[in-house]
C-alpha cells in the first residue's frame, strides 16, 4: 500500500481567497454604508444598487393586536398558506405546504398568481373558512418598489424564479384579478410585505428592541427601522417618526463593488445562474448558492489531484449537486468524527474518500459558511452603527441560520468586533416570520383602519 499524502496543508493554502480580513470587512461596509444612502436619496435612488425601498410599515405591533387572518407566503423554497388566530399573548396557526412546480416558477405571471389562488381557495375548504371573508397579509419576498401598503411593483425576480409578464406590473393586483377569475373566495388584500419586514415584525410582537429583520435562507436581505426623515422618497404623511425599510441587500455587489473579494467559484456560480451579474452579494451568502461554491472548490481541487486521489464522481461534476444542507450536516460532526461527511461523500458516489479527503471537505464547508456569515455580520453591523442606537435586536430567520450549526457563533463574534463601541446587540431566531409577521402586518393596518385592498 502507497504512502498516504496529506494534503491539507494545501487544500488550506488555496482556501485562502475565501478568508475576508477584518481589513476587507471594514471596507465593505464603508461601501455598504454609502450604498445605502444612494438608496435612500432622491436623486440617487435610480441608479442605487441597494434600494432601500420603503414598506409603508410605520407601526410596530403593540402585542395588543387580534383577530383571524389569512397569509401567504411566496419566496422561499416552498409556498405556504396559514391561517392564524392572534390573541392575548398567545397565537395559533395552521399551515400547508404547497409545491411550486418549476414549470409554474418558469412560467407566466398570470398562471402563477392561479396556481397561488387556486392552493388559497382549497385551503380555505379545508379550514371551513370557504364562505368567510378574511383579512389576509402577503407575504412575497422579492424586490417590490411598494406604493402603499397594498401596492407594490416587482421588480425584479431572484432566486430562481422567472414568471412572464410579471415584472412592473403591481403584485397585489396580479393576485385580485386571479382571485376575481375563481370567483369563489371573498378575501381583503390588506398588506404586502417582505420576509424580512415579517421576521421583524414577528419578532417585535415580543421584543421592543427588535429593529432589524434578517433572513439568510434560499436567499439574504435585511430590513430596518430609519427615521422618517431620512426617506426622501416619501411623499406620505411625515408625523409618524419611523418606516420599516427593505434595503435589499443581496444586490450588492451588482456594480461591482465585492468584486475585490470574489473567487472564481463566485464568477462561476454567477455565470452559470438564470440571472447573471444580479444579486451578487446573495450568491455569496445564501442557502440557494452556498452548497454549489462548495462544489466547484471541491471539483477544482479533485481535478488538481488534491482530493480522492484525483478521481471524482459524475454526482460530484454535477451541477447543483452538493446541496446547501450537506455544509450543515458536514460541518455538525464533532472534531475528529466524519459520520456525516461519509454519508454526503457516499450519496455523491464517492466512497473511495479517505479520512485525509473528509477532513478536506469539511475545510472547505468551513471556509464557504464562514465567509458567508462574516459577510452578513458585516451587513449587519454597518446596520447596527447607521441606526447607532444603544440596544438593538436583530430577529432572524432562514435555513441557513437556523441549521448551519456554527452561524450564529459566528455572526456574533463578527459583529461584535465589527460594530462601534457602545452599542450592543442580541441575534435572536424569529419563529415563522412570514406567516405570523403577514398576520402581524395586516393587523396592525386594521388596527390603523388603514383600507383593505
Ligand atoms: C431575495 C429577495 C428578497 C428576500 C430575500 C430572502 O433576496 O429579493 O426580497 O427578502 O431573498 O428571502
Known sequence: MGMAINNLPLIREECEILHMTDKQLRE????LHNDLVKGLSKDTHPTATVKCWLTYIQDLPNGKERGKFLAL?????NFRVLIINLGENHFDMQSKIYAIPNHIMTGTGIALFDHIAECLANFMKEHNVYEERLALGFTFSFPLKQMGLTKG????????????GAIGEDVVQGLKDAIARRGDVQIDICAILNDTTGTLMSCAWKNHNCKIGLIVGTGSNACYVE?????????????????????EWGAFGDDGALD???????????????NPGKQIQEKMISGMYMGELVR???????????????RGSDLLFQRNSFYTKYVSEIESDKPGDFTSCMDVLEELGL????????AAVRHVCECVSRRAAHLVSAGIATLLNKMNEPRVTVGIDGSVYRFHPHFHTLMCEKIAQLVQPGISFDLMLSEDGSGRGAALVAAVACRESLGCA
Open 28 to 31: 465593505i461596509m464603508t461601501r
Open 73 to 77: 407566503d411566496l419566496g422561499g423554497t
Open 153 to 164: 411593483i416587482l421588480q425584479r425576480w431572484t432566486k430562481g424564479f422567472s414568471c412572464s
Open 227 to 247: 427615521k422618517t426623515g431620512q426617506c426622501e422618497l416619501f411623499e406620505g404623511d411625515m408625523s409618524k417618526s419611523d418606516m420599516l425599510i427593505n434595503t
Open 260 to 274: 475585490f473579494v470574489r473567487t472564481e467559484f463566485d464568477r462561476e456560480v454567477d455565470s452559470n445562474s438564470i
Open 296 to 310: 466547484l472548490a471541491l471539483v477544482k481541487f479533485t481535478r488538481m489531484g488534491l482530493l480522492f486521489g484525483g
Open 351 to 358: 466512497s473511495h474518500a479517505t479520512e485525509a479527503d473528509m
